[in-house]
């Protein structure tokens, strides 16, 4: 079931959230009942997590918004509840290995269909709509697909090739947040995973790596010279005609100032998603109704400041902040350290033109990623802990990886 749901994520099929919500739901209930496969080892992460929903839908209540259509308090409530995902994957023996294998399959399936697609249309190719969304969860599952695993199946071996099957989508989506950065990650794992082969073995990888190259050389050169040719070129001459995109930056700049004059209005508790963008606009002056219809203003800095003011976007980086610590500790392998670092990179640079925390699929796929990466911590932590135990013994082998010990629950 966990290998199902990461494999529906990377191409935007409604299960992998309902996945995602059932293991939270497990999550809930064992760490509510304080069982012990789900001691809450990241602890700082769901306090900060759920002082930030408390603060965020206090706030709503506060202010009296309109509770029926509030799609905030939709967001703010799939963060919380999905943070203790991990606990119920807990119960997986490999979380990770299931994870990452499913997101392997999903990204090919994500590449096959857009490169498909793309075929067929002349725009911006978009999987389940969102052309943005669909290119930032499949960065996030070609990112998790190229974790290395123990003992990898032949048909879904460790290689940088996911990384470059994530390229192809995200090329095809045209999403610059994107694409300015996972052709990154990926040269980075083709160097680390070249440096590792014989000389024959280098020699076949730079043939294929010549042949993919040529491949998809057209389509490339003309997604990058529709996104961002004409950008590099009005910044160097000054014409605006040569940027067939400027009115989305335009756009874009309007609602950045805008929001910027509101945010000094009421920096501490902000100003609520429900009045921010009329408060934007107004701020906008003359460019303001170039604003009409958005509902955010595609910074999540911007929108978090807006929304919960200082204390919600200081509540919600620190429970960033903590998990990805605990993270980094935990990793046994330079692999999930380096799949941290892109997850952090990509989601920066998204969050600069976009705000994943604003909808469903992009929380689901940052928040199954986390749970993934803190259910595997946990079991590894839990496994020591049996191992060290003076009550362990081991009448059967791999209680959660296949390695561990059995640990009975006084030892725990």
Not at 148 to 171: D, F, H
Not at 230 to 243: A, H, N, V
Not at 297 to 308: M, R, S
Request: hydrophobic share 55%.
């Amino acid at each position: 079931m966990l290998s199902v749901g990461a494999l529906t994520m990377p191409v935007r099929i409604g299960l992998g959230p309902l996945v995602l919500f059932l293991f939270s739901c497990i999550g809930i209930y064992l760490a509510s009942a304080r069982h012990n496969t789900a001691r809450l080892f990241a602890r700082s992460f769901y306090v900060y997590v759920v002082a930030y929903a408390i603060w965020s839908l206090g706030l709503i209540l506060y202010r009296g918004e309109p509770i029926l259509d509030n799609r905030q308090i939709g967001y703010v409530a799939l963060l919380a509840v999905f943070a203790f995902a991990a606990p119920g994957m807990v119960l997986v023996r490999d979380p990770l290995r299931a994870y990452v294998l499913g997101s392997r399959i999903g990204v090919v399936l994500a590449a096959v269909a857009a490169a498909g697609m793309s075929l067929f249309v002349n725009e911006r190719v978009g999987i389940g709509g969102n052309a943005a969304v669909f290119a930032f969860v499949s960065a996030v599952g070609a990112i998790s697909a190229a974790i290395p695993l123990r003992n990898a199946p032949r048909w879904l071996p460790n290689g940088p090739q996911w990384l470059v099957l994530g390229i192809v989508a995200a090329m095809a989506s045209g999403t610059r947040a994107v694409i300015v950065v996972l052709p990154l990650f990926a040269l980075a794992e083709i160097v680390i995973h070249l440096r590792r082969c014989s000389v024959r073995q280098q020699i076949y990888a730079i043939a294929g790596a010549v042949v993919a190259v040529i491949a998809v050389a057209g389509p490339a050169t003309n997604v990058l010279s529709d996104r961002f040719t004409g950008m590099i070129e009005y910044y160097d001459t000054g014409d605006s005609t040569k940027w067939e995109d400027k009115f989305s930056a335009d756009i874009r700049l309007a609602m950045w100032r805008g929001a910027a004059t509101v945010i000094s209005q009421a920096p501490i508790v902000g100003v609520g998603a429900s009045a921010k963008m009329d408060m934007v606009r107004e701020a906008a002056g003359p460019q303001g109704h170039m604003l009409d219809g958005f509902r955010h203003v595609h910074n999540t800095l911007l929108d978090e400041l807006l929304n919960d003011g200082v204390v919600g976007l200081a509540l919600l980086l620190a429970a960033f902040f903590s998990i990805f610590a605990y993270l980094w500790r935990a990793a046994a392998e330079a692999g999930m350290r380096r799949a941290l670092i892109y997850f952090v990179i990509v989601g920066i640079s998204y969050g600069m033109l976009h705000n994943p925390l604003l909808h469903e699929m992009t929380i689901s796929s940052i928040m199954f990623f986390i749970a993934a990466l803190n259910a595997t911590a946990t079991s590894r932590l839990l496994a020591r802990r049996c191992a060290l135990a003076p009550g362990a013994v081991t009448p059967r082998a791999g209680l959660w990886s296949g390695t561990a010990p059995f640990c009975p629950s006084s030892a725990l």
